[in-house]
Every structure is written in structure tokens, then in C-alpha cells.
């Protein structure tokens, strides 16, 4: 019934910058938080950033002051800005975010976690 996809991954170079953006789609009544995780082969899926629904924005240490996070609410979008990128950013980069969607046939609301598919950011020369 919602259903989240990214795009903006691709090849970098060391230095480089790339700028992710993940879209939610359907039933929408309203988005929560909205966070950025990365996963590389073999290796825990942590949290990159997240960003609360007034705005509020916090960073794992390995990517403060070299990411950015943001949204824009009438697109239901959020963006990862991606600055001064290093070979140890290369990893899948899954977006999620918790929404409250709505049924057309009945005034009940749901609340749930949606994640997106993934897209692939590497950083090599």
C-alpha cells in the first residue's frame, strides 16, 4: 500500500559527491521520521542519518559534516547529500520511513516502518 524507492546511486570517484533521493508513494496520511541506512557486503546495516518530521537531523560520526540530510514534504521525498565521498562510503544505501497511511473504504489509519529497495553507491578511481 506504500511502497519507498531511492535512485541517485551510481559510480564516484574518491572526493566526489553524489546525491541520493528516496520517494514515498501511496495511501499517505502523514510521514514521521525519515532516515538513511547503508549496508556493505558482508557487513551490519547501520543508520547514516535520520530526520524527524519538524526537521531535526542527526549523523553517524563516520559521515558528520560530509553529509547532509533533508526533505521536502509536499514531494514526500528525503534526500542524502553526499560530499567529499571515500572509498569506505561504497555500500548499498536503503532509505526508510515511518508513515501513516489510510484505507479509502473506512476512516482506520495504520502506522507502520517501509523500507526502500536499495541503491548502490561506490566510491573507487
Known amino acids: 500500500q506504500v511502497q519507498l524507492v531511492e535512485s541517485g546511486g551510481g559510480l564516484v570517484q574518491p572526493g566526489g559527491s553524489l546525491r541520493l533521493s528516496c520517494t514515498a508513494s501511496?495511501?499517505?496520511?502523514?510521514?514521521?521520521?525519515m532516515n538513511w541506512y547503508r549496508q556493505a557486503p558482508g557487513k551490519e546495516r547501520d543508520v547514516v542519518a535520520t530526520?524527524?518530521?519538524?526537521?531535526?537531523?542527526n549523523y553517524a560520526d563516520s559521515v558528520k559534516g560530509r553529509f547532509t540530510i533533508s526533505r521536502d514534504n509536499a514531494k514526500n521525498t528525503v534526500y542524502l547529500q553526499m560530499n567529499s565521498l571515500k572509498p569506505e562510503d561504497t555500500a548499498a544505501y536503503y532509505c526508510?520511513?515511518?508513515?501513516?497511511?489510510?484505507?479509502?473504504?473506512?476512516?482506520?489509519?495504520?502506522?507502520?516502518?517501509?523500507w526502500g529497495q536499495g541503491t548502490q553507491v561506490t566510491v573507487s578511481s
Open positions: 526508510n520511513a515511518d508513515v501513516t497511511y489510510y484505507s479509502g473504504y473506512s476512516s482506520s489509519r495504520y502506522r507502520d516502518i517501509y
Open positions: 501511496g495511501r499517505i496520511f502523514s510521514i514521521g521520521a
Open positions: 530526520i524527524t518530521s519538524g526537521g531535526s537531523t
